[in-house]
């Protein structure tokens, strides 16, 4: 395939078809001349080959790349890829041609992807500094398409210098003369950096004699005291085209052939009211056709956000019109892609100011771009997708600053491979400082012309109505629009309906301040069932009140209107619910003792395993001692948290912390886990249920405190969706309470419950044998972290006692701690004993009697056991120290084991029994840890 001639960039054009005198002739002949003025018209004729000319001329079309060497006039046709709807070049520009032959076609059909274009567009922070421009060169050099066309914004901070002159100007502030300097200096320096030799003399001599009419055209406009807006376009343009020139220069550099491309040349659009412009597709085609007769180029450098009227007067693209550019450029020559450089890495699945772990997307759909540019997502104008969704262009958001991100893609809809609903929601947005407007009354219903009033009375106040909803029964319509309009709205329709009002056909016009929407995008939430039931699940689990709700049947967008101060706490509920795992738990330590601390240990170990295989997501927001207390936003490294507990530490605050934990709705789902044995902090329970947190815990102080007290906490838990467990309460890890409960609730009986559920004292009577003392034996278990925090509370038999309580109530029964008979192990002489030490150094001296007791029990064949009863059939419960046959089960036990016997009416002639280690760290932690799983199953996480 031959190559096609290549231009280098032009000269320097003073008097080219934008020049200043151009301008001014171009204002006079601006209705007259249906076509580019004269200058242009003389131009192009100069550039236009003459059937000579042509000859020697590779005849390629511009979009395609399909190319014939043929001579000019003798049988020409271009063939064009499939699918992609070029016109025949050759028979718009050159003499028409007989149809291209069957095998031409067949050889031309599979051209390779790469011989198409590639369109980029570099914004000013790309083009800031000489090594930036430096910088986009090497990037273009770097991609291997074939035909390339880079547009370029003017160099950061020229388009308002630019503005500024003019503003200057027109108000006769003679200092737009030195701010003139300042932009020629920025441009020379930039220049002199990037080139040299005679590239650099040739641009500098187009600056200087740019700058020289630029003086011209200000001072004029510093003496009518006014710029037209094309005088001013013309002006601020000249950012682009010197930032064009620069570029093309830099590649050109590197021996690559590249043209630069002043796209008024060949942009041509209508202005179409409040600030936009349309693109005349047609004549721009065409005009782009003729401009690559003329300056048939591989590489071309186009100057981004200006172009020019049908009538050839300067104009620009407006509001990100360099993005424009490139997206109607892209659309002409229909590029094989737009890439957008940018300083972000792609689009967010969130605005990562206010949610930290937004994602970059890696592919949006064109209307799921569409939608997140609405919302503010700083993404691309709409209208910037517009010309490439025409013909499926992708457009790929891109970081020059890091240019190892793969960026985002904006595309036809990619295939949903495995139909997750979190693939469904692409990103979610936000807009603050609305106000909803609600109109009310009987009236409204089955009148037509009620919502064309109420929207006709909205326009002619010049708002903007950002949502609207009304429900089926048509007694209400609310629509959202911005605070700064809503006193205007509000009395335009007051004094509408004033009549309406009065006669009670309305019954209100009501204002509601201070709200935001949250959107949900996302073009695959059409035909899922379950995206607005996990949306509105995710904010109700985050305690957020929807005051309206408005989705299309499009469903691109499901928009909620909320409270303004909870919107973030919305939007990142929300997004931790389609984006983080499945189920996203923030999790309180509460007492980081020996259960809390192996608690710790076992999430630290255990928490990459749950995130791969059950999608949960346990982040430890903080840990509060008796002492000290950490917090942390997003989730404490579980390898430091000792550390940190030490060095980051703040004094201890329970409500803090609790509200630390209840105020983060960065994640919806929230778990208190109590590892203290402390009554207070167990008093705290029903307050924290009653805010939405969950709890858990293996202290048994709630449960086993006052009747009244733990009937109030599990009506209000039963009542409400939050979630309380305590397996390890009763037997540790041991499955005790999910046991019961699983009887209970498949309308068993239970008769009486019977064991040993003291681990502590279980693990005295297994191992006080021999010569061992009971003392000894009783330091034994503390050591081994049986017993609790002060051991006394197990040789007093009240933990037990606490035990066969919570069961007890678990049963039904309605007792309280004081309704148990206990025989205590603590001799009288020992429980007054300030503390555990004090109680554990006086003890030896009654390791004596415990030995004549043991030894009695021996003679008989028989061991001593601490038992614990709950009676259901007599609502009783005991707790003592019983005799027990050598061949007992009760017997048998070793270590710390527990042993507990369900005799209920299923569960008759033999117990049902759980026996195990009932004591000890790692079991109790890991029951603790099976509860949070529990709740996160509870929570929708998969089993
Ligand atoms: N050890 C076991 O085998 C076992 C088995 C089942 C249940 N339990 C229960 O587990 C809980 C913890 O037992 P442990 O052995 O880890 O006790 P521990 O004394 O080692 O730990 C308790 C921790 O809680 C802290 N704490 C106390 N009051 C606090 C408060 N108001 N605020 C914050 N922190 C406070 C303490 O400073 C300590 O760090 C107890 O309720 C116990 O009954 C223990
Ligand atoms: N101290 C208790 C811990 C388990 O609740 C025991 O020994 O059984
Ligand atoms: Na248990």
């Known amino acids: 395939m031959s190559r096609p001639n290549v231009t280098t960039p032009s000269p320097p054009n003073p008097t080219g078809p934008f020049s200043l005198a151009r301008l001014a002739v171009m204002r006079s002949l601006a209705v007259a001349s249906p076509h580019p003025g004269a200058a242009f018209a003389a131009r192009r004729r100069r550039l236009h080959p003459s059937a000579a000319d042509r000859d020697s001329i590779s005849q390629r079309c511009w979009r395609c790349e399909k190319t014939r060497d043929r001579s000019f006039g003798s049988s020409l046709r271009v063939s064009h890829l499939p699918g992609t709807l070029h016109r025949d070049v050759s028979k718009n520009l050159l003499t028409p041609t007989a149809a291209v032959s069957v095998e031409e076609a067949e050889a031309t059909a599979d051209l390779p992807k790469g011989d198409m274009w590639s369109v980029h567009k570099f914004g000013g922070t790309c083009m800031g500094t000489s090594q930036r421009i430096q910088n986009v060169a090497d990037i273009v050099l770097r991609d291997l398409s074939e035909r390339k066309l880079v547009v370029v914004s003017a160099m950061s901070k020229v388009t308002d210098m630019m503005y500024n002159l003019v503003n200057k100007a027109q108000s006769r502030d003679d200092s737009y003369i030195t701010a003139l300097d300042e932009v020629f200096e920025k441009h020379m320096e930039a220049a002199k950096d ?125 509001r990100d019109g360099s993005d424009f550019s490139a997206a109607i450029i ?14 972000v890495d792609g689009v967010f699945s969130a605005d990562p100011r206010k949610v930290s772990e937004a994602v970059i997307l890696s592919t949006l759909s064109y209307q799921e771009a569409w939608e997140m540019s609405y919302f503010g ?100 319509i609310c ?82 209107v909320l409270k303004q101060e909870d919107c973030v706490r919305a939007l990142r509920a929300a997004h931790s619910r389609f984006f983080l795992s499945k189920t996203t738990l923030a999790v309180g330590i509460v007492g980081p003792g020996l259960i809390g601390r192996t608690l710790l240990n076992q999430l630290k170990d255990q928490a990459a395993v749950l995130k791969e295989n059950l999608n949960i997501d346990l982040r430890v927001m903080g840990i509060t001692g008796s002492r000290t207390m950490v917090l942390s936003d997003i989730g404490i490294d579980l390898t430091q948290w000792k550390e940190k507990l030490q060095t980051e530490a703040e004094t201890a605050d329970l409500d ?50 006052p009747l009244d007290r733990y009937l109030k906490l599990r009506t209000l838990q039963r009542a409400s969706y939050t979630h309380y467990f305590y397996e390890a309460t009763v037997g540790a890890g041991l499955p005790i309470i999910s046991t019961l409960r699983g009887l209970l609730e498949t309308g068993d009986k239970i008769l009486r419950i019977e064991g040993i559920f003291s681990g502590t004292l279980s693990y005295i009577f297994n191992n006080f044998e021999g010569a061992r003392t009971f003392s000894d034996v009783v330091a034994e278990a503390k050591e081994a ?142 029951g603790v840890f099976s509860d949070i799983l529990r709740l996160a199953s509870y929570l929708g996480a998969p089993s």
């Open 194 to 318: 990037l080139l040299a030799g005679e590239d650099l003399a040739r641009f500098l001599s187009q600056l200087h004699a740019d700058i020289s009419n630029l003086k011209a055209m200000l001072r004029a406009i510093y003496i009518a005291g006014h710029a037209t807006e094309s005088f001013s376009d013309f002006v601020v343009g000249h950012g682009e085209l010197w930032s064009a020139q620069m570029l093309s220069y830099a590649i050109k550099k590197s021996g690559t052939p590249c043209s630069w491309m002043d796209t008024r040349e060949v942009l041509v659009v209508n202005p179409s009211g409040s600030n936009q412009v349309d693109p005349d597709y047609l004549e721009s085609e065409k005009r782009l056709e003729q401009w690559f007769v003329r300056r048939p180029a591989e590489t071309i450098i186009a100057t981004g956000f200006i172009a020019s009227t049908p009538d050839n007067i300067p104009t620009t693209l407006k």
């Open 656 to 705: 803090k912390f609790v509200h630390h934990l209840s105020e983060n709705h960065f994640f919806p789902n929230r778990v208190l886990v109590d590892c203290t044995a402390d009554t207070s902090v167990a008093s705290h329970y029903y307050d924290w249920l009653k805010k939405g947190i969950h709890v858990i815990t293996p202290n048994k102080k709630a449960n086993s405190g």
């Open 479 to 560: 629509f959202a629009v911005p605070e700064k309009e809503v006193a205007s709205v509000s009395a335009a329709l007051h004094a509408r309906f004033r009549e309406a009002l009065a006669a009670g056909r309305l019954s209100k016009v009501e204002v509601i301040h201070n709200c935001s929407i949250l959107a949900a995008v996302g073009l695959r939430m059409a035909s899922t069932p379950g995206v607005s039931a996990t949306l509105f699940d995710a904010l109700a689990k985050a305690n957020i009140n929807v005051r309206a709700i408005s989705q299309g049947c499009s469903e691109y967008n499901i928009t909620v």
């Open 330 to 343: 892209g659309s002409l020559v229909k590029a094989r892609q737009v890439t957008i450089w940018t300083d």
């Open 785 to 926: 972290g049986y017993t609790e925090p002060d051991p006394r509370d197990d040789l007093s038999g009240t933990d037990v006692a606490r035990k066969v309580i919570i069961l007890a109530r678990e049963s039904g029964l309605r007792l309280e701690l004081s309704d148990i008979p206990v025989r205590s192990l603590v001799p009288e002489a020992l429980r007054s004993c300030a503390s555990a030490d004090e109680y554990m150094q006086k003890l030896p001296s009654f390791d004596q009697d415990w030995a004549s007791e043991r030894n009695d029990a021996e003679a008989a064949g028989e061991v001593l056991r601490y038992v614990g009863v709950v009676d259901v059939i007599n609502k009783k419960g005991q707790v003592e120290l019983r005799r027990y046959k050598r061949d007992h089960p009760f017997a048998q036990l070793s270590g710390s084991d527990n042993i507990i016997a369900f005799t209920t009416s299923r569960y008759k002639e033999q117990p049902l029994i759980v026996r195990g280690p009932g004591a000890g760290a790692e079991v109790t932690a890991g």
């Open 377 to 476: 997502a700083n993404v691309l104008h709409p209208r910037t997708i517009i010309p490439v969704m025409k013909y499926n262009i992708p457009i790929v958001i891109r970081n020059i600053f890091n240019t190892s991100a793969p960026g985002t893609m904006i595309c036809q809809q990619p295939a949903n491979e495995n139909g997750d609903l979190d693939a469904c929601v692409k990103a979610f947005a936000t807009i603050d400082k609305l106000a909803l407007v609600n109109v009310e009354g009987t009236g409204m219903a089955g009148v037509p012309g009620t919502a064309s009033a109420i929207f006709g009375t909205v326009k002619d106040v010049g708002a903007n109505v950002i949502m609207i909803s009304q429900a089926s029964s048509e007694h209400s």
